[in-house]
Each structure stands twice: as C-alpha cells, then as structure tokens.
C-alpha cells in the first residue's frame, strides 16, 4: 500500500523557517514526479514546488521562489521542503503528491501557521 505521510509542519512567526517532510513508501519512487501543494483557509490548493524523484527539475510557485527549496532523498525515501522568511500568507495545510506509472497518490497533509 502507498503512502505518503507528511510531518514538520507547526507555528512560526514571520521571517522564521521550518522544514517539511514527506516520507514515502509501498513501492519504488523511481522515476516518479513529486510535488508539494498547499491549501489556505476559504481557497483552493495550489502548486508550490515540484522536483523529479531522481533530482533535477526544480520549479517553484513564483512568491516562494528563493525562499523554498525543495529536495529528494532516495536512500531515505523521502521529499523535503526548507521553508525559509516565512510570511503569513504561506499558512496553509502542506500537501505532498506524487504521479508515476503506478498511479497518483496524496498525503493527508500538514498544518503551517505563520504569524506575524
């Protein structure tokens, strides 16, 4: 069975970081594309960044370009997002996906609160 199962999420102040985790696991990420989405009170989810599972490919949402970094760790089977000079407007519940041959799947998300 698949999963992704995200983790890392909390309460920050504004100008602060946080570091989001998404592991996976049920089979082999191998050429798979895996994104980070999130979702704010009242509005629908949007895409904040993307990576290849095999690295390469960055592309961000262009208001957290230069502030998020987004990475891949196969031996650990796991997706990164850094989050650094947190706003409040990137509170949001945090998605992980991904989209291979073997199908698409999403985590259950986690909660980032920024305040300011």
């Known amino acids: 069975q698949v999963q992704l199962v995200e983790s890392g999420g909390g309460l920050v102040q504004a100008g602060g970081s946080l570091r989001l985790s998404c592991a996976a696991s049920?089979?082999?990420?191998?050429?798979?594309?895996m994104k980070w989405f999130r979702q704010a009170p009242g509005k629908g989810r949007e895409f904040v960044a993307t990576?290849?599972?095999?690295?390469?490919?960055?592309y961000y949402l262009d208001s957290v370009r230069g502030r998020f970094t987004i990475s891949a760790d196969n031996a650990k089977n796991t997706m990164y997002l850094q989050m650094n000079s947190l706003k409040p407007e990137d509170t949001a519940v945090y998605y992980c996906?991904?989209?291979?041959?073997?199908?698409?799947?999403w985590g259950q998300g986690t909660q980032v609160t920024v305040s300011s």
């Open positions: 049920g089979r082999t990420f191998s050429g798979y594309v």
């Open positions: 996906y991904a989209r291979g041959e073997g199908g698409t799947y």
């Open positions: 990576i290849n599972w095999s690295g390469g490919s960055e």
